[in-house]
């Protein structure tokens, strides 16, 4: 069973599979104002609704799960938490179209799982939590007023977020495995965090907005980070680790400075389209890297700094409104040049044989070239 993000204007959650021989037992109840439940170690799946009353909740078992030893109950004179604890088993947790009056918190156990929050309004501060298995968390059309905290442990993680306002901030720690974080047309009004351990991963942050700082950072593998059609107001550090990595960057804008990262192996870094209003640092490590800039406007200084190996650097179509630092060290480095406004800088080659080609276009004051075998102009 796995549950899918999907693109906007296409549903964000597929229909979950049925399953079969379910006979597990939830417990639920009040104590001062939570609305308490409680999964035993069978399969379990339940659906949260709002009940006719303020603070009245209904609560009902899917694919034979039994709450309270009946298939659905109501539970009246919620005022406070949400605290659901699910235990062994394949467990789903559904919130369909609730108001949790303060915090929320979601703990599964091992188990592939699902939790699914559609539709619904989190009043308080917000915790989920999955275990080590292959488990689905997948929010949309959904508010949370507090500071939301997303952790899955090791396994193949599916992570979906859409249309979405966090009001301060997001934090999402995914573990070992090969994970999936695709966040789209959400708001963060606080910090948005996002984390992966080791494994094959994919980040994918589209078509949102986030008002205060941003840091994603992935670990050793083989990643995709990608950033498409979104804003960042403040200072942004975008970073991947060991592995052979693609990081891409386009129509975006940037109002504070960033800072991009690769770790060792042989990486991709693809700008276009781009706005950068605060100063740029691009670092690439070991093993050769290909950078490419296209069609981007740089307002802040722009420092691009390479590892040991043969690299290459596109720069072409772009504005540089103040100094750009290039600096490419040992290997065998290409840096081409088209079509583009420069301000003033320096460009670097170091050990090995450099070359640097100008293909024509270029406006403005072009940075002195050095340690460079210079190309046509």
Not at 176 to 195: A, F, R
Not at 237 to 260: E, S
Not at 340 to 365: K, L, Q, V, Y
């Amino acid at each position: 069973m796995r549950m899918l993000c999907k693109r906007p204007g296409r549903a964000w959650f597929e229909p979950l599979e049925p399953r079969l021989l379910l006979d597990g037992h939830v417990a639920v109840w009040v104590s001062k104002g939570d609305l308490i439940i409680r999964g035993d170690f069978a399969a379990n799946e339940i659906t949260v609704t709002p009940g006719v009353n303020p603070g009245d909740f209904e609560i009902e078992g899917d694919n034979e799960t039994i709450v309270n030893n009946e298939p659905r109950v109501t539970m009246t004179g919620v005022t406070d938490d949400f605290n659901i604890r699910m235990g062994d088993g394949r467990d789903v947790v559904f919130l369909d179209g609730v108001t949790v009056p303060d915090a929320l918190t979601v703990r599964t156990w091992t188990g592939t799982d699902a939790v699914v929050i559609s539709e619904s309004h989190v009043l308080g501060a917000t915790t989920i939590k999955t275990h080590n298995a292959n488990d689905d968390v997948a929010i949309a059309n959904s508010r949370f007023d507090g500071k939301v905290y997303l952790q899955t442990k090791a396994g193949h993680e599916v992570i979906g977020i859409g249309r979405t306002q966090f009001g301060r901030g997001l934090t999402i720690e995914a573990g070992t495995g090969w994970d999936e974080i695709v966040v789209d047309e959400i708001i963060v009004g606080g910090k948005l965090t996002v984390s992966s351990e080791e494994g094959n991963d994919v980040v994918r942050v589209l078509t949102s907005q986030v008002v205060g700082q941003t840091e994603i950072k992935t670990r050793s593998g083989d990643d995709e980070l990608t950033v498409t059609n979104s804003e960042f107001g403040g200072a942004a550090v975008l970073k991947t680790g060991w592995g052979h990595d693609r990081l891409t960057i386009d129509p975006t804008t940037f109002h504070a400075d960033v800072k991009l990262a690769t770790a060792r192996g042989w990486d991709d870094v693809y700008i276009e389209d781009s706005l950068f209003e605060g100063k740029l640092t691009l670092e690439t490590n070991e093993d050769p890297d290909f950078v490419i800039l296209v069609n981007s406007e740089f307002q802040g200084k722009v420092v691009l700094d390479s590892g040991l190996a043969d690299d290459d650097v596109l720069i072409t179509g772009d504005v540089f409104q103040q100094s750009i630092s290039t600096k490419l060290k040992g290997g065998d480095d290409n840096l081409f040049v088209s079509n583009t406004a420069w301000a003033e800088g320096s460009m670097a080659g170091g050990a090995g044989r450099d070359r640097f080609i100008g293909a024509g276009g270029n406006t403005g004051t072009l940075p002195d070239v050095a340690g460079f075998k210079l190309g046509e102009l």
